[in-house]
């Protein structure tokens, strides 16, 4: 029997988890996984459907006539709820407002937590998120929690958003980070939390590539 690895990459918005679990996972060819990604689809579909984002028995009745697929591209990951691409609507701002509060209820989390397993026992996978260490993946063989300050990170959105040719304005996303920090932080159900076995990197004065390699050498060292 082969054994699947898992690789469990959790912190706040714009911590740098996305960039690093891609290119940690290209680099040891496994699965990457963007869990952040699943739980912004449903925040767009119940926007797109008029579903109250405080409902929680609403959208989990939304979910289950969702299907939200992860396809990884050279460009990066591409995302599809029932065949519809809507990798670019899953980043607008109206998004990122909403999808704490969904991400908030227990029944949806439930459900996103069972297919993130179903997902990450499809092979070697990273798995980037909030909760991944903690409930997602217990026994991953790597958890790492990423931070950064809050200041970096909003540069950090800033360049991606400006990028990507989106509008941006590096203080109205310092504000949005420090509120999507407290809600992650502070829900009640599954919070943003550093499992007590992960490790701990903080990113504010490191390189992508510094970060990426320090998780390659957490992966290869040798299990005492
Ligand atoms: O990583 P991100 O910014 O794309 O995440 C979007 C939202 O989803 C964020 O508010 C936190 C939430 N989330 C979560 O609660 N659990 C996860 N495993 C991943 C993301």
Known sequence: MTTIINIAIDGPAGAGKSTVAKLVAEHLSYLYIDTGAMYRTLAYAAIQHKVDVQDGSALKALLDTITIQLINEEEGTKVFVNDQDVTTDIRTAEVNQYVPQVASHEAVRLEMVERQRK???????????????????????????LTASVDVRAERRHEEQIKKGMPSNVEELKKEIAKRDELDSTRAVAPLRKASDAVELDTTSLSIADVVDAIIDLVKRPVL
């Open 119 to 145: 997902l990450a026992m499809e092979g070697n996978s990273i798995l980037d998120g909030r909760d991944i260490g903690t409930h997602v993946l217990p026994d991953a063989k790597l958890k790492v929690f």
